[in-house]
């Protein structure tokens, strides 16, 4: 691994526990190194990864880690590139999935918001036949 991606990867410790930080920084190094399709099995090949693929399937399905933990830490790394010490950041939110209590809490956070556009499902089935 080049030493200048070590303190990047360093940056996601928090998110994971040790076994599993091992495990994503193997698919790390695998999804930049693989030449072909980024499949599970392709970066473990990549990355040279020992043993079963089935601890790189199990990091997916069931291990012990958050992928609200892991963008916040992405979100803080690009902030930290983007952004000098102390600026002003302006942080625009799609609202458009918010609904009910969601909108409700983002709403009393933010301030109003302009009326989210509606979603398909908002419209009447204009095939179906009228109730009686």
């Not at 990047?8 to 410790?13: E, K, Q, S, V, Y």
């Not at 999935?97 to 089935?125: E, F, I, L, Q, Y």
Request: aromatic share 6%; hydrophobic share 45%.
């Amino acid at each position: 691994m080049p030493k200048s991606l070590q303190p990047l990867l360093d940056a996601f410790r928090p998110c994971f526990t040790t076994p599993t930080f091992t495990t994503f920084v193997a698919l790390t190094i695998g999804v930049i190194a693989a030449p072909a399709r980024r499949t599970v099995c392709g970066m473990l090949t990549a990355a040279r990864m020992g043993g079963h693929h089935a601890r790189a399937h199990r990091f997916f399905a069931t291990a012990a880690w958050s992928l609200d933990h892991v963008g916040l830490t992405v979100l803080g790394l690009v902030v930290g590139w983007l952004t000098p010490t102390g600026a002003p950041l302006l942080i625009a939110i799609a609202m458009t999935r918010c609904s009910g209590a969601v909108a409700r809490r983002c709403t009393a956070r933010c301030g109003p918001t302009t009326a989210p556009a509606k979603s398909p499902r908002d419209k009447p089935n204009s095939r179906a036949a009228p109730r009686s």
